[in-house]
């Protein structure tokens, strides 16, 4: 009997039996293709960052010596580690901004010393919990926006678990009254309402890192220094039900739930130091379900997650980049929905509660980033059509703000989830804690006009050091525009003037964007690079002609790569400088760009002579050898205008002048009594500065005597520092760590340096030192470490405020170094101000930092003056030696092609109208309808003129084309 193809394939493929094995094995693949391919509703989601006037501004965050994070949230409030001068300090600021569109900011003293953590209730938005350094923990309840805080002493509850210093708190997330406390090495769980403890867990091997609650409050999970994953039944027994070795390295290391299932989500790191991400099943902890790597970097990720929507937020400390994920149970465990750059680093960041969410604009997440100056929301949206009908596809049901149990039927065994609520505007539950954001209300102002009415937000007390934010001025509505009743805007000088002086001074260079050039123009295949250059180094160097890299190899060798040849290396091998012995720092002659200055570690200089076209055998004779330092060479530095003159600095705490051409050591200058971290010449030539471990800034005038003529205060701690002249030689700037390690700047007035810094600006928390780079023509300071992914601007003003902050520029990946180039190299008809060199592990890419500017067919001669010669000596060492200076000549930059901007003709004032819709709604139906008419007529003209086309003359029929 024939049977069809067909029919036969169908009885292979019959179901199995259900109920069977093989039906449910069967069943389950299926349900896991059917979720790869599923398609997320949130896998579009885009982070807002608004301007500056929507940052919670007045805050001065604190040292971040302690665990965990840093700021938490409330649907009314926020809290936050803030500078503490004598300990136990907390910055307090409402989450919404006020009538006047500022936040009410406060410091709030509640403990004697450091405040190491602390959490909201999730049942009541002014409930916070704080733990700190003094043992003791503290329940508050703040007050509401319009009544005086708390003084300090005057907590609810103040519980003493006597084992030391705690480091960690946590509210119970089903049961009110509950706390999970942790110190150096255990947990506890305490009911607060009785003053009692509970469970006292079993101490862990070393530092506790971090702990989390299953989202029904049944089991805590911890994670530890001795790298292991535990799980606590803390009514059950005191010892974990559950532990495993999770964590391949002992960094700092952070731990949640995933909903309300069994999946636990960790933060760490790896073996070889990269940040990673694993999903863990809390039933079998032999292995992970994936993991996840992030990347190379030494802050340690802060995760949140939002169990309604799967979504988590990762950011680590000390970076400048927030990235949001998917979490899935199956493969890909973590799909990427956003990478967002932002302007400052992370010292915390908080997830804002669902409740407080704009469900009218479909915001499906907000989290405020804690940076030195601001807090800053960054807002998460499907991209919808908002305002329209309440999205229920986005917002499910969530967790309610009515605790399930009390403590005490927690702890007999009760189990339940807290009752879930809907986010729906009309079904929400009424309560002035929560803040549901609907159409705007509309409120009468002067003219008879109605405007939007700002949402009031809830605000901290007014205490004697509680003061508004300035940075979030309210914006201005159409109605309070000046000019309005003659339809137009005020003129743009005026909008200039009333922005700056509310605002202060603005750098012209504010919005300067930083690009990677095209791939044509990288040098990429690099390998064997020496990635580990003593600190004191910049790590690689390279002039108009030429990039010198230092190789992990044997012999010290140095690479030597023509900037004239981009493109990819071959993988033969390629001929090298052999320097015979490790390389500390190296430098190209300003004047010379085939000569090379290496200082090793045997405490010998280097100089060798690079052919024309560059390396194309191996060279292993240097064309002298300096000796006089008897110990390993910290750094060298050529003179900027006379030929062959070398500074170099010494393990030996000595600075030494070095004449090349007669290849002699011409001084040697005294007075550091540790490791000298950096040094600088004048702009002039005539000083040279030095930072140093000993805690001085020095300044030498080496012609003179071999003692500084001037000495001052310098950063504080061992960490390491740079110097450089800045503002024309009146100042120095100095890039270093202040007491708390924190990368800080200082400026210096060389005229009163023994006074101190007069003015300071903090940077950001990273272990590698500023590498600062000085730009005379524009004032710019660029700044950037080795490892680092972003490069800081500051334009340096002789007067107060000093620091102008510009744009910075950020890659995804961390460089080892940066080389900036003479300002010849700039393409100036693209507004180009600076070119720098990256060094990545693989790869130096040019790196141009531009001026957006409109009129770019004019050359830009406000930001580009004359520039100096610096590539050509004005004087020989010997010369200035015996007392001479000298001068770079100066020439422009200007094409031949190009005219001036400040010679382009003027453009015509253009009257800028407001929308029909701002000056028509002032005016009644009868006002509207005869303006409009008259408009129309205007349009047409009188019916009775003639028509143009009846003055037009015609032309004979036989011009027309057949």
């Known amino acids: 009997m024939h049977w069809p193809a067909g029919c036969i394939k169908g009885a292979l493929q019959q179901k199995p039996p259900e109920g069977t094995r093989a039906h449910s094995v069967k069943t389950k693949q299926k349900k896991q293709r059917m979720n790869r391919f599923k398609t997320s509703k949130f896998k579009n989601s885009t982070p807002k960052i608004p301007k500056k006037d929507g940052w919670i501004g007045n805050i001065r965050a604190g040292a971040m010596n302690s665990l965990g994070n840093h700021i938490k949230s409330s649907c009314r409030l926020v809290a936050f580690n803030t500078e503490q001068s004598g300990g136990g300090l907390l910055g307090l600021s409402s989450l919404d901004a006020g009538d006047d569109g500022k936040w009410t900011v406060s410091q709030f003293p509640c403990h004697s010393n450091l405040v190491t953590d602390f959490d909201f209730s999730p049942f009541d938005d002014n409930v916070l919990a704080t733990c700190s350094a003094d043992e003791t923990i503290k329940v508050w309840r703040l007050c509401e926006p319009d009544q005086g805080q708390n003084p300090a002493g005057s907590a609810s509850e103040t519980l003493s678990p006597g084992q030391g210093r705690l480091e960690t708190v946590l509210f119970h997330p089903s049961s009110s009254g509950l706390l999970a406390v942790g110190s150096a090495s255990t947990a506890q769980v305490w009911d607060t309402g009785r003053d009692l ?130 979490v899935s149970a199956v493969e890909p465990f973590l799909s990427q929905v956003s990478h967002c750059l932002t302007e400052s680093s992370t010292r915390g960041i908080a997830m804002v509660p669902k409740l407080a969410l704009d469900v009218a604009s479909c915001e499906v997440l907000r989290v405020l980033q804690l940076t030195d100056k601001y807090i800053v929301p960054v807002s998460y949206h499907v991209p919808r059509k908002p305002g329209q009908d309440f999205h229920e596809d986005l917002y499910p049901d969530t967790v309610g703000q009515t605790a399930a149990t009390t403590a005490e039927e927690w702890w007999k065994g009760e189990n339940r989830q807290v009752q879930r609520v809907s986010l729906h505007p009309d079904k929400r539950p009424k309560r002035s804690a929560l803040r549901v954001k609907q159409e705007p209300a509309k409120k009468e102002v002067p003219g008879g006009r109605s405007k939007e009415e700002v949402q009031v937000g ?33 003129s743009p000088s005026q909008s200039t003037r009333a922005i700056q002086s509310m605002l202060g001074p603005s750098s012209k260079f504010r919005h300067v964007q930083g690009s990677i050039l095209h791939r044509d123009t990288h040098i990429t295949n690099l390998r064997g690079l020496n990635l580990t250059t003593p600190g004191e180094s910049d790590g690689f160097c390279a002039n108009r002609q030429r990039v010198a890299v230092p190789l992990a190899i044997a012999g010290g060798q140095i690479a030597v790569f023509e900037l004239s040849r981009p493109g990819k290396l071959p993988d033969t091998a390629l001929p090298t400088i052999q320097n015979t012995v490790s390389v500390a720092d190296l430098a190209w002659d300003p004047f010379d760009p085939h000569r090379l200055a290496v200082a090793g570690d045997d405490a010998k200089i280097r100089v060798w002579q690079v052919p024309d076209g560059g390396l194309t055998d191996t060279v292993t ?46 001084k040697v200058l005294k007075g550091h009594q540790d490791q000298i971290f950096g040094m600088a010449w004048s702009p002039d030539g005539q000083l040279l500065a030095t930072v140093c471990k000993d805690g001085k800034v020095r300044i030498y005038d080496p012609r003179r005597s071999d003692e500084p003529t001037k000495e001052g205060p310098g950063p504080e701690g061992p960490r390491g520092a740079r110097v450089v002249w800045v503002c024309g030689g009146q100042y120095l700037l100095v890039s270093g760590f202040d007491s708390r390690s924190e990368r800080q700047l200082y400026l210096y007035s ?204 015609g032309v004979d029929d036989e011009e027309w084309d057949d």
């Open 197 to 326: 403890a509970l469970a006292a867990l079993e101490p862990h091997a070393d530092q506790l890192y971090s702990f989390t609650w299953k989202q029904d409050g049944s089991v805590l999970a911890t994670t530890c220094k001795d790298k292991k994953l535990r799980i606590f039944d803390p009514r059950a027994q005191l010892s974990p039900v559950q532990s495993a070795v999770s964590f391949q390295t002992n960094k700092e290391s952070h731990i949640l739930w995933v909903k309300d299932s069994d999946h636990i989500l960790t933060t760490g790191f790896n073996q070889v130091r990269e940040r990673e991400v694993r999903l863990w099943d809390s039933r079998k902890l032999g292995s992970s379900l994936g993991s996840v790597s992030l990347g190379t970097s030494s802050g340690s990720l802060i995760p949140l997650f939002d169990p309604d929507s799967g979504l988590l937020v990762l950011s680590g400390k000390g970076d400048s980049v927030i990235d949001c994920f998917e």
């Open 458 to 490: 809830c605000s901290t007390s007014s205490s004697p050091l509680t003061s508004p934010s300035s940075s979030a001025a309210p914006s201005r509505s159409p109605s309070s525009t000046s000019g309005l009743s003659s339809g137009f805007l005020p």
């Open 621 to 666: 004779e240097p064309k002298c050898v300096l000796q006089g330092h008897t110990e390993k060479i910290y750094s060298i530095s050529f003179h900027p205008l006379a030929s062959g003159l070398l500074a170099t600095s010494s393990y030996d705490m000595s600075v030494r002048l070095w004449n090349l051409s007669s290849g002699q050591e011409v």
């Open 750 to 953: 060389t005229q009163t340096l023994s006074s101190g810094p007069i003015a300071t600006t903090p940077a950001d928390v990273s272990p590698s030192t500023l590498i600062p780079f000085y730009d005379p023509d524009t004032s710019l300071l660029f700044l950037t470490g080795k490892g680092d992914t972003r490069v800081y601007i500051f334009e340096i003003l002789p007067d107060s405020p000093y620091f102008l902050e510009c744009s910075s520029f950020s890659s995804s990946e961390p460089h080892k170094g940066f080389s900036f180039l003479p300002k010849t190299e700039c393409d100036v008809r693209d507004v180009e101000i600076a070119r720098a060199l990256k060094l990545t592990k693989n790869s130096i890419e040019p790196v141009a930092f531009r001026v957006p500017r409109v009129k770019k067919e004019f050359f830009q001669d406000d930001i580009f003056p004359d520039t100096a010669v610096c590539w050509e000596s004005t004087l020989t060492g010997s010369a200035w030696l015996s007392g001479s200076n000298g001068q770079h000549r100066k020439m422009s930059l200007r094409p031949k092609d190009m005219a001036p901007v400040s010679e382009a003709p003027k453009d015509v004032p253009v009257r800028k109208y407001l929308p029909s819709s701002v000056y028509l709604d002032e005016k009644t139906d009868e006002q509207k309808k005869e303006e409009l008419l008259s408009a129309m007529v205007a349009k047409l003209g009188n019916r009775e003129d003639p028509l143009p086309q009846e003055s037009f003359q």
